[in-house]
């Protein structure tokens, strides 16, 4: 039993810190705040990739004399273009944020739809 | 040389246009660079529909790396015909958008507009052609990223909150896909569909497979809308610029469709779906779908709002026939998947001329327009008898092979909801004609309305007489359906 936590405590982690993210973008009313729990929710995801990627008692991924066993280096470069996917949908949803806030004066989720309900 | 790179090229051109277009001046010039590079591209998918037709399968490896490690595009009947959908749309949009973009996008925001729309473009195109997973997310934000800019261009303030309602669940979407494919690469050590495909029937009874395509599958069904993860869709199509709206409600969601196919049927097999309650629950979903969006299109006040709920039902229809999991089932998703963006490209597009002359879609400012914008009217007449699946018209094939799909499965109750969904295309339909034909026009609000200017009226008209074409010649998309359907199920026939 203890192994099933021991054994996977990356995975638990992970889960814990996306079910975090998960739970701010749901629940939270304020935009930018919505923005971080985003970008909480896709760092774990990035976490799952770059952990999966390593291999017990594997080396760094460079080549070296007399190394014959190494970490997977590919689900690392498949996370920074994920990455780079994440920084710009940041960026857009902050720029977003700023917009809306030109347009309503809040960025508060209720009060949005309180002033396009009442139109 | 030019033939055999075909299918990189596809996607290629439209990348580089849109930076090319991005520091051109504004004006004229970005729209008719933008018109050329989607006119070209529509001509290669053309061609290579042409290639594929046969049944035979293209593999470009790119960059010369060999697949697994490389990335691979792999191109059959199947995404040959989703790109041709693709690019035929764009091809006919663009020629609209000079008119519309100039009404509703401010003049210093041109030449950006046209380079998001080519990435936009650039990223349908590239999750219909590539055969590696992790390409098809990296494609799938590309495409994403832009629409949330383009949606936000709308006129009005909530088209901002439009657009991040859908940021918010499109990452969410995207990123569920993620682990998905993370998990299959933990499993399989590949990222190649045909890799892939031939490694998971091994591991079929793994629990982390099941999870992988439980978070594919919700990631896909956000991306395309499946009620009931549908919220984000009816805004985003009311606020969005009229060009935008034709865009993406005739491509956006027939490429999620597309993916749906390729992961359910090429990569896990119908065979490991079997065994899961995927099946049953789409089943269960789409009917619910078809009927209540429906019902909510008939109630709305704002003719996009109401195409917008009509296109969630519709999309029900396309998922009905992936849930059969028969040869006849694909055959009428991939066939609605290609009459539906004739008809709502068409119908948008009548729309957005209405926009064009009164500046508003709501209802009570369409009254007796029909007077005032003859062609107008009869297009949205045709493409609405489209919309219902009157015979004569393109709707009409698909809902006929998916009647025929859901009796050959003896699903009697899935048969009374496809045709009880056409009585409800029927009512809203009608409240459409109705407002423009049979309700006084407010004079003295609208004396002046002329009919739409020609290069709003031949484009739309171009997918009008489509949805009439294809709906007496249907070689060409049930014969291309039913060879996709044989390769994505290769043991039905």
């Known amino acids: ?119 | 040389m030019i033939e055999s790179h075909l299918s990189l090229l596809i996607v290629v051109l439209p990348l580089l246009t849109a930076p090319f277009v991005a520091v051109l001046p504004n004006g004229r010039l970005p729209w008719f660079i933008s018109m050329l590079a989607s006119w070209s591209v529509f001509l290669m998918a053309a061609i290579q529909l042409l290639n594929v037709s046969n049944g035979s399968v293209i593999s470009y490896e790119l960059g010369g790396w060999a697949p697994p490690w490389g990335i691979e595009y792999r191109i059959d009947s199947v995404n040959a015909l989703v790109t041709l959908i693709v690019a035929a749309i764009a091809a006919v949009t663009l020629p609209y958008a000079l008119k519309s973009v100039a009404d509703e996008i401010p003049s210093h925001q041109h030449s950006l507009f046209y380079a998001a729309f080519m990435l936009c473009l650039t990223g349908l195109l590239g999750i219909a052609q590539t055969g590696d997973i992790f390409n098809l997310f990296v494609f799938l934000e590309i495409s994403s990223l832009s629409s949330y800019a383009l949606i936000s261009l709308g006129r009005n303030r909530q088209a901002l909150t439009a657009s991040y309602q859908y940021l918010i669940m499109g990452t969410i979407g995207a990123t569920f896909f993620l682990i998905g494919v993370g998990l299959l690469y933990a499993m399989t050590g590949t990222l190649n569909m045909a890799d892939l495909a031939q490694r998971l029937p091994e591991l079929y009874n793994h629990r982390t497979i099941h999870t992988a395509f439980a978070f594919i599958m919700v990631g896909f069904a956000l991306k395309l809308a499946l009620f009931p993860l549908h919220l984000w869709l009816p805004n985003a199509y009311t606020y969005a610029p009229s060009v935008v709206t034709i865009f993406l409600a005739a491509t956006a969601t027939k490429v999620a469709v597309y993916v749906m196919l390729r992961v359910i049927f090429s990569v896990f097999g119908f065979s490991f779906i079997e065994n899961t309650p995927a099946n049953e629950l789409f089943l269960l979903l789409c009917v619910m779908g078809i009927v209540m969006m429906s019902f909510y299109a008939i109630y709305q006040k704002d003719c996009k709002r109401l195409l917008a709920y009509s296109s969630v039902a519709q999309i029900g229809y396309m998922m009905l026939g992936i849930s059969f999991g028969t040869a006849l089932g694909i055959t009428a998703t991939m066939v609605h998947l290609f009459n539906h963006a004739l008809m709502k490209g068409a119908l948008f597009m009548a729309i957005g001329a209405i926009i064009y002359r009164v500046g508003s879609s709501r209802l009570e400012h369409m009254q007796g327009l029909g007077k005032h914008m003859p062609w107008t009217f009869m297009a949205i007449v045709i493409g609405g008898l489209s919309l219902i699946g009157v015979p004569g018209t393109a709707g009409f094939i698909s809902k006929w092979y998916l009647v025929q799909a859901a009796i050959e499965q003896q699903h009697w109750l899935v048969v009374a909801v496809i045709l009880f969904g056409s009585l409800l295309a029927v009512i809203y339909v009608w409240k459409l004609v109705e407002v423009m034909y049979f309700k006084p026009a407010n004079e003295a609000a609208i004396p002046s309305v002329k009919e739409a200017p020609a290069l709003l009226l031949i484009p739309t008209w171009i997918l009008v007489i489509a949805n009439i074409y294809f709906g007496f010649a249907t070689e060409v998309t049930v014969g291309t359906a039913e060879q996709a359907a044989k390769l994505l199920l290769p043991g039905a026939h």
């Open chain 1, 1 to 119: 039993m203890m192994e099933f936590f021991t054994g996977h405590y990356n995975y638990w982690l992970i889960i814990i810190i996306m079910m975090a993210g998960f739970y701010t973008v749901i629940s939270r009313g304020n935009l930018v705040k919505k923005i971080a729990g985003l970008n909480i929710f896709q760092v774990s995801v990035f976490l799952l990739y770059i952990s999966i990627g390593n291999v017990t008692d594997g080396a760094t991924p460079i080549i070296e004399e007399g190394v014959t066993l190494y970490s997977n280096p590919l689900p690392h470069v498949l996370i920074l273009t994920a990455i780079v996917v994440g920084v710009a949908t940041t960026a857009l949803g902050l720029a977003l944020v700023v917009r809306i806030k030109e347009a309503y004066g809040t960025i508060e989720e209720d009060d949005i739809h309180t002033q396009d309900h009442s139109l």
